[in-house]
Nanobody, 114 residues
C-alpha cells in the first residue's frame, strides 16, 4: 500500500528556512517521478516542484525558483523540499504526491509570518 507522510512544516518568519520531508512506504521514491504541491488558503492546489524518475530533471514554479530545492534520499526512502528565503505568500499546506499512483500525503502546514 502506497503511503506518504509529510512533516517539517511550522511557523517561520519571512526570510527564514524550512525543510519538508515526505516519508514514503509501499514503493521506492527513486523509482517514480515525484511532486511537491501546495494549496494556498482559498485557492486551488499548485505544483511547486517536480523531480523525475532519474533524479536528473527538476522543475519549479516560477514563484519558488532559486529559493526551493527538491531532492530525495533513496536510503531513507524520503522526498525533501528545502525552502529558503520564505515569504508570506508561501503560506500554504504542502503535499507530496506520486502521480503514477495518484497518491497524496495528508499535508503539512507552512505559515510564514512575523
Amino acid at each position: 500500500q502506497v503511503q506518504l507522510v509529510e512533516s517539517g512544516g511550522g511557523l517561520v518568519q519571512p526570510g527564514g528556512s524550512l525543510t519538508l520531508s515526505c516519508a514514503a512506504s509501499g514503493f521506492t521514491v527513486s523509482d517514480y517521478d515525484m511532486n511537491w504541491v501546495r494549496q494556498l488558503p482559498g485557492k486551488e492546489r499548485e505544483l511547486v516542484a517536480q523531480i523525475d524518475i532519474h533524479g536528473i530533471d527538476t522543475n519549479y514554479a516560477d514563484s519558488v525558483k532559486g529559493r526551493f530545492t527538491i531532492s530525495r534520499d533513496k536510503a531513507k526512502n524520503t522526498l525533501y523540499l528545502q525552502m529558503n528565503n520564505l515569504r508570506p505568500a508561501d503560506t500554504a499546506v504542502y503535499y507530496c504526491a506520486v502521480p503514477f499512483f495518484g497518491s497524496w500525503g495528508q499535508g503539512t502546514q507552512v505559515t510564514v509570518s512575523s
